[in-house]
């Protein structure tokens, strides 16, 4: 299950099960949305995009669905494996509009538990 | 090779002290970052630098300060270090020509200040 509020969102599926990690943006204007996956000691690690002008973007076991009506992206993780239990991040990006405005802005993360 | 490199990966501090965090990256990238995380995960975009200008510095203490000596490179200089800038630092680097596109993160660096 889910469960949100003060603490990092948490989400724990069972191995082998599909994952649909989900995230709200905020800006209606941003023209580009990636979804990071970041593993304990690391770094985020670039997992799949979406440009504005798509709204379903398949890579090899994970499938990225942009709602621009709703300002809503998800991460969906077919199979879910060990391997997969990290924190994942949506960041979108604003359009540009001048000096200090291109920048990736990263949503709160879910943090995702694999139960074997 | 690593895309992104920064030094140290974890740094202890006595309050008051200055310190620098490096970072290095051989992505042939034209822009680099500081991002600071907190301890609930959140990413926080402090600076980023283009060609050596600054082009976004955020609400950020000018006890902080980047420095570019070259495109490679964009090091994190902090001064009169605070308990409360306890956190892991992440650098990044991203191609603005022609996108947007996503950025390559370094591995972080633990800065705890006691």
């Known amino acids: 299950g889910e469960s949100v509020g003060l603490h990092l969102p948490t989400l724990s599926v069972q191995e082998g099960d599909n994952s649909i990690i989900n995230c709200a943006y905020s800006?209606?204007?941003?023209?580009?949305f990636i979804w990071y996956k970041q593993e304990s000691g690391k770094g985020p690690q670039f997992i799949i995009d979406i440009r504005s002008n798509m709204d379903k973007r398949q890579g090899q076991r994970v499938t990225v669905l942009l709602n621009k009506t709703v300002k809503h992206l998800s991460l969906q993780i077919a199979a879910t494996q060990p391997g997969d239990s990290a924190v994942y991040f949506c960041a979108e990006n604003p359009p540009y509009s001048g000096a200090g405005s291109y920048q990736l802005t990263f949503g709160k993360g879910t943090k995702l538990s694999v139960i074997p | 090779d690593t895309a992104v490199s920064q030094t140290p990966k974890y740094l202890v501090t006595q309050m008051g002290n200055d310190k620098s965090i490096k970072c290095e990256q051989n992505?042939?990238?034209?822009?680099m970052y500081w991002y600071k995380q907190d301890s609930k995960k959140f990413l926080k975009i402090m600076f980023s630098?283009?060609?050596?200008?600054?082009?976004i510095n955020e609400t950020v203490p000018n006890r902080f300060s980047p420095k570019s000596p070259d495109k490679a490179h964009l090091n994190l200089h902090i001064n009169s270090l605070e308990l409360g800038d306890s956190a892991v630092y992440f650098c990044?680097?991203?191609?603005?020509?022609?996108?947007?596109?996503?950025?390559?993160f370094g591995s972080g660096t633990r800065l705890t200040v006691v």
């Open positions: 800006n209606s204007a941003s023209d580009y």
């Open positions: 992505l042939g990238h034209d822009t």
């Open positions: 990044a680097s991203s191609q603005r020509q022609g996108g947007p596109y996503g950025y390559t």
């Open positions: 630098y283009n060609n050596k200008e600054l082009i």
